[in-house]
Protein backbone atom coordinates (compact mmCIF):
# COMPACT_ATOMS: atom_id res chain seq x y z
CA UNK A 1 0.00 0.00 0.00
CA UNK A 2 2.89 2.59 1.05
CA UNK A 3 4.06 1.95 -2.89
CA UNK A 4 0.74 3.09 -4.25
CA UNK A 5 0.31 5.93 -2.09
CA UNK A 6 4.12 6.84 -3.03
CA UNK A 7 2.97 6.49 -6.88
CA UNK A 8 0.68 8.69 -6.38
CA UNK A 9 2.19 11.25 -4.83
CA UNK A 10 4.37 11.17 -7.68
CA UNK A 11 2.25 11.94 -10.58
CA UNK A 12 0.96 14.57 -8.33
CA UNK A 13 4.41 15.78 -8.39
CA UNK A 14 4.65 15.85 -11.91
CA UNK A 15 1.33 17.43 -12.65
CA UNK A 16 1.58 19.78 -9.76
CA UNK A 17 5.48 20.83 -11.71
CA UNK A 18 3.48 21.29 -15.27
CA UNK A 19 0.99 23.03 -13.79
CA UNK A 20 3.15 25.68 -11.35
CA UNK A 21 5.67 26.36 -14.91
CA UNK A 22 2.60 26.64 -17.22
CA UNK A 23 0.93 29.54 -14.38
CA UNK A 24 4.41 31.34 -13.45
CA UNK A 25 6.93 30.32 -16.32
CA UNK A 26 10.22 28.07 -15.45
CA UNK A 27 12.71 30.67 -13.74
CA UNK A 28 10.07 31.57 -11.31
CA UNK A 29 8.98 28.39 -10.22
CA UNK A 30 10.11 27.29 -7.17
CA UNK A 31 10.55 23.43 -5.53
CA UNK A 32 8.10 25.02 -2.19
CA UNK A 33 5.57 26.15 -5.63
CA UNK A 34 5.73 22.88 -6.41
CA UNK A 35 5.41 20.72 -3.35
CA UNK A 36 2.77 22.92 -2.16
CA UNK A 37 0.21 22.30 -5.34
CA UNK A 38 1.45 18.62 -5.13
CA UNK A 39 -0.05 18.51 -1.63
CA UNK A 40 3.90 16.93 -0.28
CA UNK A 41 6.56 18.62 1.61
CA UNK A 42 9.45 20.18 -0.06
CA UNK A 43 11.32 17.21 2.30
CA UNK A 44 9.69 14.59 0.62
CA UNK A 45 10.46 16.57 -3.01
CA UNK A 46 13.72 17.33 -2.09
CA UNK A 47 14.24 12.81 -1.12
CA UNK A 48 13.16 12.37 -4.97
CA UNK A 49 14.85 14.91 -6.75
CA UNK A 50 18.04 16.99 -6.27
CA UNK A 51 16.35 20.11 -7.36
CA UNK A 52 13.88 21.66 -10.02
CA UNK A 53 16.11 21.06 -12.68
CA UNK A 54 16.13 17.43 -11.94
CA UNK A 55 12.37 17.26 -11.54
CA UNK A 56 12.20 19.11 -14.97
CA UNK A 57 14.50 17.24 -16.98
CA UNK A 58 12.77 14.21 -15.86
CA UNK A 59 9.74 15.20 -17.45
CA UNK A 60 11.36 16.24 -20.34
CA UNK A 61 13.36 13.46 -21.00
CA UNK A 62 9.70 10.69 -20.36
CA UNK A 63 7.86 13.25 -22.95
CA UNK A 64 11.37 13.08 -25.66
CA UNK A 65 11.15 9.14 -25.02
CA UNK A 66 7.49 9.14 -24.94
CA UNK A 67 7.58 11.33 -28.92
CA UNK A 68 10.42 8.82 -30.04
CA UNK A 69 8.32 5.91 -29.43
CA UNK A 70 5.64 7.64 -31.11
CA UNK A 71 7.58 8.39 -34.22
CA UNK A 72 8.75 4.28 -34.28
CA UNK A 73 5.43 3.22 -33.87
CA UNK A 74 3.83 5.39 -37.27
CA UNK A 75 7.16 4.60 -39.31
CA UNK A 76 6.23 1.12 -38.19
CA UNK A 77 2.71 1.81 -39.41
CA UNK A 78 3.15 3.72 -42.81
CA UNK A 79 6.59 2.61 -44.04
CA UNK A 80 6.47 3.72 -47.23
CA UNK A 81 5.13 7.33 -47.07
CA UNK A 82 6.41 9.89 -45.66
CA UNK A 83 3.82 12.50 -45.36
CA UNK A 84 1.79 9.76 -43.84
CA UNK A 85 3.87 9.69 -40.97
CA UNK A 86 4.06 13.61 -40.92
CA UNK A 87 0.38 13.47 -41.40
CA UNK A 88 -0.09 11.41 -38.19
CA UNK A 89 2.17 12.78 -36.00
CA UNK A 90 0.50 15.86 -36.53
CA UNK A 91 -2.64 14.97 -35.52
CA UNK A 92 -1.19 13.35 -32.33
CA UNK A 93 0.35 16.85 -31.71
CA UNK A 94 -3.00 18.03 -32.04
CA UNK A 95 -4.91 15.94 -29.85
CA UNK A 96 -2.29 15.93 -27.06
CA UNK A 97 -2.55 19.86 -27.36
CA UNK A 98 -6.58 19.62 -26.66
CA UNK A 99 -6.19 16.58 -24.77
CA UNK A 100 -3.98 17.34 -22.01
CA UNK A 101 -3.36 21.43 -21.83
CA UNK A 102 -1.34 21.37 -19.36
CA UNK A 103 1.42 18.77 -20.19
CA UNK A 104 1.18 20.38 -23.93
CA UNK A 105 1.93 24.15 -22.50
CA UNK A 106 4.59 22.83 -20.47
CA UNK A 107 6.68 20.88 -23.09
CA UNK A 108 6.12 23.99 -25.50
CA UNK A 109 7.65 26.34 -22.84
CA UNK A 110 11.09 23.47 -22.75
CA UNK A 111 11.11 23.83 -26.28
CA UNK A 112 11.65 27.38 -25.94
CA UNK A 113 14.00 27.16 -23.08
CA UNK A 114 18.06 26.55 -23.39
CA UNK A 115 18.50 25.37 -20.08
CA UNK A 116 16.78 21.64 -20.82
CA UNK A 117 18.77 19.53 -23.09
CA UNK A 118 17.82 15.39 -23.77
CA UNK A 119 20.98 12.94 -22.99
CA UNK A 120 22.78 11.64 -26.13
CA UNK A 121 21.39 8.65 -26.24
CA UNK A 122 18.10 9.78 -26.52
CA UNK A 123 19.17 12.71 -29.20
CA UNK A 124 20.50 9.68 -31.29
CA UNK A 125 17.64 7.68 -31.24
CA UNK A 126 15.66 10.66 -32.00
CA UNK A 127 17.90 11.33 -35.32
CA UNK A 128 17.92 7.53 -36.32
CA UNK A 129 14.37 8.07 -36.80
CA UNK A 130 14.43 11.25 -38.56
CA UNK A 131 16.87 9.95 -40.95
CA UNK A 132 14.11 6.77 -41.12
CA UNK A 133 11.53 9.84 -42.49
CA UNK A 134 13.77 11.34 -44.53
CA UNK A 135 15.14 7.88 -46.32
CA UNK A 136 10.87 6.76 -46.84
CA UNK A 137 10.77 10.67 -48.01
CA UNK A 138 13.39 10.77 -50.47
CA UNK A 139 12.63 7.20 -52.09
CA UNK A 140 8.77 8.73 -53.11
CA UNK A 141 10.34 12.34 -53.94
CA UNK A 142 8.12 13.27 -50.94
CA UNK A 143 11.61 14.84 -49.67
CA UNK A 144 14.48 16.39 -51.34
CA UNK A 145 17.64 15.01 -50.62
CA UNK A 146 19.69 17.27 -49.81
CA UNK A 147 17.14 18.80 -46.73
CA UNK A 148 19.15 18.42 -43.52
CA UNK A 149 17.68 16.20 -40.35
CA UNK A 150 18.13 19.71 -38.77
CA UNK A 151 15.18 21.10 -41.23
CA UNK A 152 12.85 17.77 -40.54
CA UNK A 153 13.65 17.74 -37.00
CA UNK A 154 12.38 21.64 -36.92
CA UNK A 155 9.70 21.57 -38.46
CA UNK A 156 8.28 18.40 -37.34
CA UNK A 157 8.74 19.23 -33.98
CA UNK A 158 8.98 23.50 -33.45
CA UNK A 159 6.83 24.22 -36.03
CA UNK A 160 3.76 22.04 -35.67
CA UNK A 161 3.79 22.73 -31.94
CA UNK A 162 4.05 26.50 -32.17
CA UNK A 163 1.72 26.97 -34.88
CA UNK A 164 -0.66 24.50 -32.76
CA UNK A 165 0.08 26.89 -29.49
CA UNK A 166 -0.51 30.31 -31.43
CA UNK A 167 -4.10 29.15 -32.61
CA UNK A 168 -5.31 27.86 -29.10
CA UNK A 169 -3.80 31.21 -27.78
CA UNK A 170 -4.62 33.89 -30.15
CA UNK A 171 -7.69 35.95 -30.69
CA UNK A 172 -7.41 35.63 -34.38
CA UNK A 173 -7.93 32.10 -34.23
CA UNK A 174 -10.56 32.16 -31.52
CA UNK A 175 -8.76 29.62 -29.53
CA UNK A 176 -9.17 26.53 -31.90
CA UNK A 177 -7.84 24.21 -34.14
CA UNK A 178 -9.60 21.97 -36.52
CA UNK A 179 -8.84 18.91 -39.07
CA UNK A 180 -8.15 21.62 -41.72
CA UNK A 181 -5.04 22.62 -39.72
CA UNK A 182 -3.71 19.15 -39.84
CA UNK A 183 -3.83 19.20 -43.72
CA UNK A 184 -2.30 22.60 -43.96
CA UNK A 185 0.37 22.19 -41.44
CA UNK A 186 1.18 18.62 -43.37
CA UNK A 187 1.48 20.67 -46.66
CA UNK A 188 3.00 23.61 -45.51
CA UNK A 189 6.02 21.08 -44.29
CA UNK A 190 5.74 18.39 -47.28
CA UNK A 191 6.20 21.72 -49.60
CA UNK A 192 8.66 23.09 -47.50
CA UNK A 193 10.53 19.69 -47.50
CA UNK A 194 10.20 18.79 -51.15
CA UNK A 195 12.47 22.05 -51.77
CA UNK A 196 16.52 21.74 -52.10
CA UNK A 197 18.50 23.80 -49.89
Known sequence: MARKIDEDKLVRIKNATMKTI???GIEKTTIAMIAKNANVSGG???RLYSGKQALIEELYYDKVVALNNELEFLIGLNPTSASSIIEAFI??????????AEA???YYQLLHNNNFN?????KNRNIALIEII???GVKTGEIHKNVSILQIHFHLFMYVVDYIHFNLKNAFANGTIADSDVQYLTQNILNILKKPN
Open 91 to 100: QNRIVFALNE
Open 118 to 122: VNDDL
Open 134 to 136: KNI
Open 104 to 106: SKF
Open 44 to 46: YLY
Open 22 to 24: VDY
